[in-house]
């Protein structure tokens, strides 16, 4: 709402300069004609009258038809030249105060598009932090109370990083300061499960997420590698015998 205003405010502002002079244009084009029609109308044909009749009786002249009145039309803009709006507005920009006003619009477009980029990113960490509990629990195996502790510090971290968000958009701190104090909610917590965890479970639970990653890459939990076609070679001294009826391989092999 704060970014609508102000630039409703900036635009009924450009507004208002161009509509002067429009209207200050419309004035003096209104005076040129008064002008001309007055130096058009010939000397003494309104209200003349002629006393020499041959009956003594005041007769009126009439003024012969004058021109038409030409329309208002605007003066057209000559070749090279902005029009006039364009030119209101380029000479409202040109002050340090009209340039201020629109680096303010500016910035606070900007401001606004960080803070909602910030609260989608906040709400995508919840589903992916759930899918790495739901990997921790799968190859750690943790206890119950271990479980209870994780979910737990996620909770925590996700009730601050949601007060943060209701204070960015109540216009309390900017979209940095909110991301630096999620930043350190996240951290923080990451700490805490880590040590709860100890050294040798977090290096098992980072392979196993490598290994997940490097099977997403390839599609398939092999490889993507299928199996051969059947092996000729004899059997092993050790094998067993081939069932009866089978022929006997060759003595030379």
Known sequence: MRVVA???LFVLAVTAIVEGAVIAR?????DQLAEEVARRRPHGSAGSSDLSGPTGIATARVAPASAPLPRLVAPPVPSGESPPAVAVLEQALSTPTGRQHLQTAMETLREEARQERLARNVEEDVSREQRRRETMVRVLGLSSAEQNR???????MQTGRQR???EMKAGLKNAETADDEIDALEDETDRQVNALLGEERQ???REARRAERRRDREGSPTGGGGAG???TAPAHPGAAPPPPGAPAPNAGQ
């Open 26 to 30: 419309l004035s003096s084009r209104v």
């Open 6 to 8: 102000i630039i409703a």
């Open 164 to 166: 943060v968000i209701e």
């Open 150 to 156: 994780v979910q737990q510090l996620h909770t925590q």
């Open 203 to 205: 290096r098992k639970l």
């Open 229 to 231: 076609p059947p092996s």
